[in-house]
């Protein structure tokens, strides 16, 4: 059987401020804005190649732990290619994202850095080289 990523999901303290941040950072698109039937608010966007990432807030009544930006078990991050690196880490710096690690120059033509996003979302950002 054949499996194919779906989407992501990250929950957020304000999920309306959490998506624009993510319109603004990485030109997500956002399409869809709904209050779920549990009661959460859910917005759906797709990154500029089309992976769905679905941003929601806690419904009513749940108690919800923090995020966590470090290196940790579990789903600890997702990665995005980008062009220039060292550009990209001054623009998101701007929009209020902490550099965690890096950059570093990984061989091969590759330089990786890690970030904090909104909501303790870890971030791997990678400039790969020809």
Known sequence: MQYSLEHIHLKAVDAEATANWYVKAFRFEIF?????????????????????????????????????????????????????????LIRLDNLGALTLDGPLDIGNGRKVAFIEAPDNVRIELMQISP
């Open 32 to 88: 869809s804005d709904r209050i779920t039937g549990a009661g959460a608010r859910s917005i759906e966007c797709k990154t500029v190649d089309g992976v769905l990432i679905r941003i929601s807030g806690p419904r009513p009544g749940d108690d919800m732990d923090s995020g966590n930006s470090g290196i940790h078990y579990g789903l600890e991050h997702f990665g995005l290619i980008v062009e220039d690196l060292a550009s990209e």
